[in-house]
């Protein structure tokens, strides 16, 4: 009963019931609590507590409910149990979880690591939870031995050194970024804090099942938990506390999903559409203020499922056999070489929090190993080469800032401005520009932070800002404008690019300088303006899709969202067409 539950509780909600049955017994299950392995019973559906010599008598209530006419009518949904304030859904449990190994793990390294600085202490910490999560992944995956990391804690001592040839042995086969040598692999950590930490990951004391768990609901968690850092006290003691940024604007909030598969498609799919796999490999996709990595996992996605049908249409060409394969059922599947292939050649990002592009990584390569190994020939060949290098696509860096800045403003030195330089890197971002002129497509979900309770923290930088960018040089701008006006300077000529983002700049005084920009540039393709309609669970924040060409455009595209529901189902939206002239510098009023 456990396993069913665990199983189901890690769809976060995408199968909200279990049926166990052995003929003999038949019980139903809501499985949207966590479960606990001392209490099989929790959750039952008692009126779903039947034997068999129920069934004649109860036949009719099980047909009304699990027959499949009755299961395609909703009857599922009528049994899915009620989410209360005190239900722990899994994503809130897992961040709960990951929070509570952070400050265990942070506390211990401080103590037993005096020499750490603040910086090390959060990225050794990060560094441990992402190796542990993955070969929890690896393993519920079938990739690797069951229990390979729970064998190790049972030890009665060094466990951190006996996890050390895990660690090495996953750097030969898999040869991404996460086993790579690190530092932290010469931190001291005790026994006891480890072996709690990974008994809690593990069956039967986790509720978690991490090959059911999605690569896109683990990058929100993540979001959540990377708005807290580690911070040392006098006395060398870690605590975790909030950010600045992350306090003054009231939480971290992901953007929802079906918003990143409509970004992505009117960006990322309007600019592939009837290519081929040759072609498709020369175009580059960014997310300049990458987070989690949830827009990049959304379009490294969409060019899999668009791989997956161009090869089934074109199955019989040999010049693509070692791209797919086909399985058990006939269907085509993408070989592991081919989807590090993807990865390496499209996907590109970059964020100000170091911890963030880890996760970031991490994420996709859980996105690449998703479906497990299938392809038992592609990963005999690929040992060592699985996972491809990613430190050169996903990189830590403010994205306003370059070093030419800081140079012809007099603040060069300043390291705590992170600036980071698209150009001067001759086989990463600098190489994008010298072959093509920028990126093909930019997408994201910027951040929205105003001027003045950033200059509480980060008055430089903001003075900086106003110097760098037309967009920043009036009023009390939000720092989305500079990265709406940065993404077009990153962006070739035959760029799309596509942001959620606040609709205060069409009528903010703020917002003039980015109005001209757009308009002079004939740059607006499309918007989707959700009106006062709150997109971000939790927060009061008023959103627009905006969809920018770096081509000028012959009509813009304006759609105004009634109901959130109706536009997420089937895009219904009042909506009209106009020419690109009719914006100007003035409030855009539509």
Same mark, same amino acid.
């Given at each position: 009963?456990?396993?069913?539950?665990?199983?189901?509780?890690?769809?976060?909600?995408?199968? #909200?019931?279990?049926?166990?049955?052995?003929?003999?017994?038949?019980?139903?299950?809501?499985?949207?609590?966590?479960?606990?392995?001392?209490?099989?019973?929790?959750?039952?559906? +008692?009126?779903?507590?039947?034997?068999?010599?129920?069934?004649?008598s109860?036949?009719?209530?099980?047909?009304?409910?699990?027959?499949?006419?009755?299961?395609?009518?909703?009857?599922?949904?009528?049994?899915?149990?009620?989410?209360?304030?005190?239900?722990?859904t899994?994503?809130?449990?897992?961040?709960?979880?990951?929070?509570?190994?952070?400050?265990?793990?942070?506390?211990?390294?401080?103590?037993?690591?005096?020499?750490?600085?603040?910086?090390e202490?959060?990225?050794?910490?990060?560094?441990?939870?992402?190796?542990?999560?993955?070969?929890?992944?690896?393993e519920?995956?079938?990739?690797?031995?069951?229990?390979?990391?729970?064998?190790?804690?049972?030890?009665?001592e060094?466990?951190?050194?006996?996890?050390?040839?895990?660690?090495?042995?996953?750097?030969?086969?898999?040869?991404?970024?996460?086993?790579?040598?690190?530092?932290?692999?010469?931190?001291e950590?005790?026994?006891?804090?480890?072996?709690?930490?990974?008994?809690?990951?593990?069956?039967?004391?986790? #509720?978690?099942?991490?090959?059911?768990?999605?690569?896109?609901?683990?990058?929100?968690?993540?979001? +959540?938990?990377?708005?807290?850092?580690?911070?040392?006290?006098?006395?060398?003691?870690a605590?975790?506390?909030?950010?600045?940024?992350?306090?003054?604007?009231?939480?971290?909030?992901?953007?929802?999903?079906?918003?990143?598969?409509?970004?992505?498609?009117?960006?990322?799919?309007?600019?592939i559409?009837?290519?081929?796999?040759?072609?498709?490999?020369k175009?580059?996709?960014?997310? #300049?203020?990458?987070?989690?990595?949830?827009?990049?996992?959304?379009?490294?996605?969409?060019?899999m499922?668009?791989?997956?049908?161009?090869?089934?249409?074109?199955?019989?060409?040999?010049?693509?056999?070692?791209?797919f394969?086909?399985?058990?059922?006939?269907?085509?599947?993408?070989?592991?070489?081919?989807?590090?292939?993807?990865?390496?050649?499209?996907?590109?990002?970059?964020?100000?929090d170091?911890?963030?592009?880890?996760?970031?990584?991490?994420?996709?390569?859980?996105?690449?190993?998703?479906?497990?190994?299938?392809d038992?020939?592609?990963?005999?060949?690929?040992?060592?080469?699985?996972?491809?290098?990613?430190?050169?696509?996903?990189?830590?860096?403010?994205?306003?800032?370059?070093?030419?800045?800081?140079?012809?403003?007099?603040?060069?030195?300043?390291?705590?401005?992170?600036?980071?330089?698209?150009?001067?890197?001759?086989?990463?971002?600098?190489?994008?520009?010298?072959?093509?002129?920028?990126?093909?497509c930019?997408?994201?979900?910027?951040?929205?932070?105003?001027?003045?309770?950033?200059?509480?923290?980060?008055?430089?930088?903001?003075?900086?800002? +106003?110097?760098?960018?037309?967009?920043?040089?009036?009023?009390?701008?939000?720092?989305?404008?500079?990265?709406?006006?940065?993404?077009?300077?990153?962006?070739?000529?035959?760029?799309?690019?596509?942001?959620?983002?606040p609709?205060?700049?069409?009528?903010?005084?703020?917002?003039?300088?980015?109005?001209?920009?757009?308009?002079?540039?004939?740059?607006?393709?499309?918007?989707?303006?959700?009106?006062?309609?709150?997109?971000?669970?939790?927060?009061?924040?008023?959103?627009?899709?905006?969809?920018?060409?770096?081509?000028?455009?012959?009509?813009?595209?304006?759609?105004?969202?009634?109901?959130?529901?109706?536009?997420?189902?089937?895009?219904?939206?009042?909506?009209?067409?106009?020419?690109?002239?009719?914006?100007?510098?003035?409030?855009?009023?539509?």
């Open positions: 009963m456990f396993q069913a539950k665990r199983y189901a509780y890690s769809t976060n909600g995408q199968a #909200p019931i279990v049926i166990i049955t052995d003929f003999q017994e038949f019980r139903a299950f809501n499985s949207l609590q966590r479960p606990v392995y001392e209490n099989p019973n929790q959750g039952l559906l +008692k009126e779903f507590d039947l034997k068999y010599t129920d069934y004649i109860r036949w009719s209530f099980l047909y009304e409910h699990f027959s499949k006419e009755a299961v395609l009518a909703g009857s599922l949904d009528a049994l899915r149990g009620k989410i209360s304030k005190n239900t722990k899994l994503d809130s449990e897992f961040l709960s979880q990951i929070i509570a190994w952070r400050e265990s793990l942070a506390k211990n390294i401080a103590i037993r690591n005096e020499k750490l600085t603040v910086d202490i959060n990225e050794a910490v990060q560094r441990v939870l992402d190796r542990l999560v993955f070969i929890r992944n690896l519920d995956r079938e990739i690797i031995s069951e229990n390979s990391l729970l064998n190790t804690a049972t030890r009665k060094g466990i951190y050194k006996n996890l050390m040839p895990l660690f090495s042995e996953l750097n030969v086969n898999y040869n991404g970024l996460l086993f790579k040598p690190h530092f932290s692999e010469a931190l950590i005790d026994d006891k804090v480890l072996k709690e930490t990974i008994q809690a990951m593990c069956y039967p004391h986790s #509720p978690f099942q991490f090959d059911v768990i999605e690569p896109e609901i683990l990058g929100r968690i993540y979001e +959540k938990f990377l708005g807290s850092k580690i911070r040392l006290t006098d006395s060398h003691r605590k975790v506390e909030e950010k600045e940024e992350v306090r003054h604007a009231g939480g971290v909030y992901y953007t929802p999903q079906f918003i990143v598969d409509y970004i992505v498609k009117e960006t990322v799919g309007n600019r559409e009837g290519l081929t796999p040759e072609e498709i490999s175009i580059r996709i960014l997310d #300049p203020a990458c987070g989690s990595g949830s827009f990049l996992l959304g379009a490294y996605s969409y060019l499922a668009y791989h997956i049908a161009f090869y089934t249409k074109n199955a019989a060409s040999k010049k693509y056999k070692d791209d394969f086909q399985d058990a059922s006939g269907d085509i599947k993408l070989t592991l070489k081919k989807k590090g292939e993807i990865l390496a050649n499209n996907i590109w990002g970059v964020d100000i170091r911890e963030a592009t880890e996760v970031s990584i991490l994420s996709l390569y859980l996105k690449l190993l998703e479906h497990g190994i299938e038992d020939q592609g990963w005999l060949f690929l040992k060592g080469k699985v996972l491809p290098d990613m430190t050169g696509n996903i990189k830590h860096g403010n994205s306003l800032i370059s070093r030419e800045d800081l140079f012809q403003n007099d603040m060069f030195g300043k390291a705590d401005l992170k600036q980071f330089d698209w150009q001067s890197d001759a086989d990463g971002f600098g190489k994008i520009f010298s072959e093509s002129g920028g990126f093909d930019i997408i994201g979900n910027p951040p929205y932070i105003r001027i003045q309770e950033m200059q509480k923290w980060a008055a430089e930088e903001v003075e900086l800002y +106003k110097k760098i960018f037309k967009s920043g040089a009036k009023g009390n701008f939000d720092i989305y404008v500079l990265f709406v006006e940065k993404a077009l300077s990153l962006a070739n000529h035959d760029a799309r690019m596509g942001f959620i983002l609709h205060k700049f069409f009528n903010a005084a703020y917002g003039e300088q980015l109005r001209e920009i757009l308009a002079q540039g004939k740059n607006v393709a499309e918007i989707v303006h959700f009106g006062d309609l709150q997109v971000f669970e939790g927060a009061t924040t008023y959103t627009c899709l905006l969809f920018l060409s770096k081509k000028p455009v012959a009509d813009v595209s304006v759609a105004k969202v009634a109901s959130l529901e109706n536009w997420q189902a089937h895009h219904e939206a009042e909506s009209a067409r106009f020419k690109p002239e009719t914006l100007t510098s003035g409030e855009w009023i539509f």
